[in-house]
Nanobody, 120 residues
Framework: HVQLVESGGGLVQPGGSLRLSCAAS????????MDWYRQAPGKERWLVVR???????SYVEAVKGRFTISADNAKNTVYLQMNSLKLEDTSVYYCHAKIRTISGYVSDYWGQGTQVTVSS
């Protein structure tokens, strides 16, 4: 059984910063991919940033230069540093991972979501 636990959301003023964390636990051999998605009220969930097991990161244009993803592979944990936050960054942020388990299976897992609210 694999579980993703997120933390770090909250309320911040425009221009402020937050750091999200997502820790994967369970029978994990490796996290092949770890992502952050976000979903605003009444809108679809969409991919914000991705990091692969070799450390390659990719960002959507809307967050380039402001968000930074990093990973601690030994801890199966991914971090999202969000700087220069804007009102439109307000969303529930979900951690997603494609996990290769010790038994060799690859499956998708989601965290419970953490609310990020940018407001003055």
């Amino acid at each position: 059984h694999v579980q993703l636990v997120e933390s770090g959301g909250g309320l911040v003023q425009p221009g402020g910063s937050l750091r999200l964390s997502c820790a994967a636990s369970g029978s994990i051999f490796r996290a092949d991919v770890m992502d952050w998605y976000r979903q605003a009220p009444g809108k679809e969930r969409w991919l914000v940033v991705r990091i692969t097991s070799d450390g390659t990161a990719s960002y959507v244009e809307a967050v380039k230069g402001r968000f930074t993803i990093s990973a601690d592979n030994a801890k199966n944990t991914v971090y999202l540093q969000m700087n220069s936050l804007k009102l439109e960054d307000t969303s529930v942020y979900y951690c997603h991972a494609k996990i290769r388990t010790i038994s060799g299976y690859v499956s998708d897992y989601w965290g419970q979501g953490t609310q990020v609210t940018v407001s003055s």
